[in-house]
Structure formats: structure tokens, C-alpha cells
């Protein structure tokens, strides 16, 4: 049973920050000094490759809106797995979108560079997008995030035994990170995206526990993703020794994670001490805690929740289990969960409801830019829990939960406070034309008001 938070309405006075970060009661977390990192902590965002079509958030959106800048990491979501246990990518409706990430030929208009695509050029799309964001922000990694919610069904069979494990990292790493894309017309072929991916990010929803419906699993799932993040990890210093010059230190490829906050499906699936090893970060679940299909209004990202889902709490069960706080990433949402029908008067937290309400692109779930714009309507109320770092907005019947640059720079500021590796966004397209919760992250990593 929820614990009932404390409650105030966007006129509130200013929070206290030693509340905000105070440590929960009687839990140990290891602290570090933060230095260097405290100011260049990393910023991993998500693009997601649908986006460019209803929602038109193109790549050159990343660099217009100010977020390229701000940085650090960028995962290209998603890559997919086969039936027979290797990346591909091609035209299947509903399995791979090769037109997507390297066929579509984007107008000047529409380009980083400024330049329209060629017909003859091999590499357009998103990757070409991307290659010119990278030429234009050097600092700038890009990962290719595999699976994801809806494209995890194989990684399981992709896992099972050393052989399939081999197999399937090393096709990924010729796709990817060799670039050698299907030939699709003019487009694609040996070598056509080489360079673009510095690193792969794994995000198998769950190993050793249910997550979409057609997803397999396995009670040695554990053990299987243990070893197949060793095998990530041990072709991509392979292949990096191998392309080095003689003498030169080789390229470090980065391999990364989306990882879960539930303690049950930590424990079905990851072997933190020993994962940690391979892992240069992963990025935490922060967000999600409660969603549009319960009957009952929550939180959805609180930083803290006595008695309930939090980030806090996401945290310390990954540091309890073994995980160094430094290659701990907070995930931070742009987007809100929603619900309708909320009866029982008041704030409109923790009241039962009839339903979702309805979205722009799914019901009970909306952009963070168009809350914003419902915030400031006169229709909805703001209100906020002070002490433990959350915000949503209701009208009497409709309630949305979701962070507000107030509220992400109260998580930054509690990463800086732990030791912590950064912050990372679902998803990019979900902030305003101007990149306002991006920067209020980065102000708040970099410590400053």
C-alpha cells in the first residue's frame, strides 16, 4: 500500500535541497567523489527511429533544438534480433525500417548539414543524419540500442548457448559497428556505415522475467545474459585492436544498458558484481513505476517514495546488489503518464480512475511539450510534493504525472550529490522545440541554478 505524500500546489515556497537529498532511513549507499564527472556527467538521450514519421522529430532536430550540445550519448532506437539469433535490418513492416535508417533521402531543409541527399549516395536516412550530427558535435558517441520493448522476443534463443551467443554479437558488429548495411538500391553495402556506432546498448526487456507477450524467457536467462554481455564485451576490443594502428592505443567501444527497477526482475536476470565488469554504464529504469493501465493515479517517476516505486529506491537496489554508483544513469522521462475518469476530489493523486486519458499518439501517455502547454492552459492545476521530488497537473477529472524542469533539476542535483554517472532521456522528441528539459538538466549536472 502507497504511503500518502505530502502535497502542495505550484505557489508553494522553494523546496529544501538537504530534504530533497536527504538519504532514506538506515540504507547505506556508498559515496564518491564526483570531480570531474560532477561537471562533464554523462547525458545519454534516446532517438527513436519511428519518430521521424507522425512526429517529425528528425535528426537535425537534435542540433536546432540546442540538445546535440548537451550530450554525451545518443542510443539509436532500436535494432532487432531474428528468429535466427542476429541483428538485421530491412523493410518488414513491423520487424526492421532500413528506409528509415539508411534509405530515405532527406531534403536540405531537413538535413545537419544543410545539403540534400544524393540518389547515388549509399548512406542516408537517419545514419547519414547522424554521421553529419556527430562531424558537427566530435564529442558526441552514438550507440545502437537492441530490442526494446516490443523487440526483445528473440534474445533469449539469441543467449542460449555459447555458439548462438557468438553468433549473435558478432552479426550485430558487422552491422553495426563494421557498417556493413544490406544493399537496398543505391543504398547500403560494404562498409557504408563504418564509423557511425561507437558502441552497442542492450536493452533486453526482461532476461528471466515476462515482458512484452511474444517475448521468451528462461530461468537461465541470468547466466545467459551474463555471458553474452562478456561476449560483447570481448569482440569489441577485439575488433578495435584489430582496426588500431600499429603503435596507436585502440578505439574503446562503449557497451551499455537499459536495466530495470523492479527488484524481482533485477534478481531473475542480472548478476550486477559480475555484469559491472563489462558494462561501461548502465542506464536505470526511472520512470514507469506507475502506469495508465492501473485503476488507481500515482506517481510514474518520483525521485522519492517512502513505501512505494522510486528513484532513490532504483538506486540503492542496484548499489546494494553490487553496482558502483558511478556507472549508475538515472533515466529521466519526457513524457507523462495520464488516467480520466479521477474521482474522490482533491490533488487527483492516488484516486481511482476510469481509464487512460486520451494521448496525441497513445492514450495515457503524452509529450512533455504538450503538458507543458496544459500546465499553463488555466484548466490545470500544478501541483507538487516538495519533499519528494515529483509534479503533475489535474482538472478535476483528467491527472497527468510527470517531470518538469523544477523536477529534473532536483534529480540532477541529487546525482551529483551521490556520486552517480549521469542522466539519460526517453525520449528526445518528447522535449520542447527549444530543448528546455535538456538544458535544465545539463544546468543542474553542471551545478548551476
Known sequence: MRIPLRRLAVAACSMSMLAVLAPAAGTALATESYSATAKYGKRVGYFT???VYGRDFQVKDLDTSGQAAKLTHLNYAFGNVNAEGECFTGNVPGEADAWADYARPLDAENSVDGVADTDTQALAGNFNQLRELK???PGLKVLISLGGWSWSTHFSDAALTAQ???KFVSSCIDLYIK?????DGARGGAGSAAGLFDGVDLDWEWPGSQGDTDTVYRPEDKKNFTALVHEFRTQLDAYAKSQAPRGKKAKHYDLTAFVPAA????????DIPRIMRDFDFVNLQGYDYHVSGQ???AQQSALFAPGDFSVDQTVRDWVRRGAQPRKLVVGMPFYGQGWTGVSGGGDGLGQPATGPAKGTYADGYEDYKVLKGLAASGTYTVYRDRWNGSAWIFDGTTMWTYDDPRVLKTKSAYIRKLGLGGAMFWSMDGDTADGELT???DKGLNGQR
Do not use: C, E, M
Open 49 to 51: 527511429q519511428w519518430g
Open 135 to 137: 562531424a558537427k558535435h
Open 164 to 166: 548462438s551467443r557468438k
Open 179 to 183: 557498417g556493413n548495411l544490406p544493399v
Open 263 to 270: 527488484p524481482n526482475a533485477i534478481d531473475a536476470g542480472f
Open 295 to 297: 485503476a488507481t493515479t
Open 439 to 441: 538544458a535544465a538538466v
